[in-house]
Nanobody
Framework: QVQLVESGGGLVQPGGSLRLSCHAP???????????MGWYRQAPGKQRELVAT???????NYADSVKDRFAISRDNSQKKTYLQMRSLKPEDTAIYYC?????????WGQGTQVTVSS
């Protein structure tokens, strides 16, 4: 079983920034490097949606709604994945989930709440 632990969520004003972190404490380094890591979010009353992914080869993919504002990165040595969020908007308010995907098998973290409000 893959354990993913998110952190870094919180309350931020519109236009502000946050950085989310996802740690895979029990995964060994050589296994972590083979996973596509991602961030998804789910707002109240809405379906979970893709925010960003980063492959083992560090190719990235973003939802149109966050392009040019969010940046995903990974530190394989630390077994961590990051989501740097800038110019946050109220519509970015959601629970953000970290994911680890390999060969179609996806693992999820418990989520971290991000609230953008004045």
């Amino acid at each position: 079983q893959v354990q993913l632990v998110e952190s870094g969520g919180g309350l931020v004003q519109p236009g502000g920034s946050l950085r989310l972190s996802c740690h895979a404490p029990r995964m060994i380094f050589s296994v972590f490097t083979g996973y596509t890591m991602g961030w998804y979010r789910q707002a109240p009353g809405k379906q979970r949606e893709l925010v960003a992914t980063i492959t083992a080869g560090r190719s990235t993919n973003y939802a149109d709604s966050v392009k040019d504002r969010f940046a995903i990165s990974r530190d394989n040595s630390q077994k961590k994945t990051y989501l740097q969020m800038r110019s946050l908007k109220p519509e970015d308010t959601a629970i953000y989930y970290c994911s680890a995907d390999r060969d179609g098998l996806i693992y999820w973290g418990q989520g971290t709440q991000v609230t953008v409000s004045s």
